[in-house]
């Protein structure tokens, strides 16, 4: 957590508010969050008119005037939030950004595991470049997910997290998509016939776009640009479900651990 829905959830929420406008100052309160120092991140922030934002995998990308880019990854705990001026200070904010119309973009991390840093487009571009497809652009079909499975031996659900195989998908998601797509969670993924190549493709938009329709999954931490949390956690088939009535048959949910992650789902159903 935040994975794909969360952090496009609060890309939608925050564009209207801050594209186009400038930041006119950083205040630090924790520069654990900043790997490239305070100094250069205030230096190279401050004045910047922010004309786009976007989310790429699991990061938020602000375009910057001068041509760099404001890059934050949340990880485990982390928020991005606009709060009004005057607004009182969250316990655990690490960083406020004033914009120039007074509202304040403010980054909140209890567990500090969050990153910012802003980048040259060639830094970015760099990084980028280790990414995936994104799960739900035109471009990814079921024809091109049959290309990647083809030459994958290992198991389908360490696969799908791997943010170089395909961005944006975290653990939640990834048991969500393979309950839906009825695929047990070590599958071969060079095992996967044609028509269950369709299914996982058909699954992973479905999971995804339903889970931005509920504005992301929120269990503790996460909540959406604005501060409100999300609802998605009402509509999960098995995630964090251990020992509950499988919603596809007569099963229940079992849990185990696969590469080093709990990992839900029906061993009824999912084959």
């Known amino acids: 957590m935040p994975e794909l829905p969360e952090v496009e959830t609060i890309v939608n929420d925050l564009a209207p508010y801050v594209v186009g406008r400038s930041i006119v100052k950083v205040t630090a309160y924790d520069t654990q969050v900043l790997p490239q120092g305070l100094a250069d991140f205030e230096r190279r922030l401050t004045g910047r008119r922010i004309e786009g934002l976007c989310r790429r995998a699991k990061y938020t990308v602000a375009d910057l005037s001068g041509g760099e880019r404001l890059v934050v990854h949340l990880r485990m705990t982390g928020r991005l939030v606009l709060r009004s001026p005057g607004a009182p200070e969250g316990r655990f904010t690490r960083l406020a950004l004033t914009l120039d119309d007074g509202q304040e973009l403010r980054y909140a991390d209890p567990r500090q595991l969050g990153r910012l840093w802003v980048m040259k487009a060639a830094e970015w571009a760099a ?14 079909t079921p024809d091109v997910l049959a290309a990647m499975l083809g030459h994958r031996r290992g198991a389908i659900k360490p696969l799908l997290l791997d943010q170089s195989f395909l ?14 797509a009825r695929l047990h969670p070590l599958r071969a993924a060079d095992s996967l016939s044609p028509a269950e190549v369709v299914r996982l493709h058909a699954a992973i938009r479905l999971v995804l776009q339903r889970a931005i329709a509920n504005r992301g999954t929120t269990f ?12 998605n956690q009402l509509a999960l088939a ?11 048959c007569d099963g229940v949910v079992k849990r185990v651990r696969i590469g080093g992650r709990g990992t839900y ?7």
């Open 238 to 248: 098995v995630y964090q479900r251990q020992g509950k009535p499988c919603p596809g």
């Open 220 to 231: 503790s931490d996460y909540r959406d640009g604005l501060g409100r949390p999300g609802r």
């Open 167 to 180: 961005a944006g998908i975290g653990n939640i998601y990834a048991d969500e998509v393979l309950f839906e």
């Open 127 to 140: 990084r980028e470049s280790r990414l995936g497809p994104e799960p739900l652009s035109e471009a990814f």
């Open 265 to 271: 789902f029906c061993p009824t159903c999912q084959v």
